[in-house]
């Protein structure tokens, strides 16, 4: 039983599928994502953005890299504060 030439490209992915998959996130749509994260307001276009397309090591970073940031800056202003 020979398979259709419909029924061959349904089974392979198209050029389109293939061109989504190597698509990555820039520096400024992952950093977006995670103060957006971090405040609780992502949008549900961004997330399943972010779920497709991300790398959670990216995430993850930028995460670390923002909450010692706003640590710095807490510390900062207290001793500004009290000083």
């Known amino acids: 039983m020979n ?7 349904q089974d392979q992915p198209n050029q389109a599928d293939r061109h989504e998959e190597n698509i990555e996130l820039t ?4 950093t977006v994502s995670v103060l957006a994260s971090m ?16 790398k959670p ?3 993850i970073a930028g995460g670390i890299i923002f909450v ?9 202003v207290v001793q500004i504060v009290l000083g």
Not at 3 to 9: A, R, V
Not at 27 to 30: E, H, K
Not at 39 to 54: E, L
Request: hydrophobic share 45%; with cysteine; charged share 25%.
């Open 39 to 54: 405040f609780g307001v992502q949008s549900d276009k961004n997330r399943i953005r972010d779920f497709k397309y991300g």
């Open 27 to 30: 520096f400024v749509q992952v």
């Open 3 to 9: 398979k259709s030439p419909l029924q061959s490209d």
């Open 68 to 76: 010692v940031l706003f640590l710095l800056f807490v510390f900062c």
């Open 57 to 59: 090591k990216h995430f």
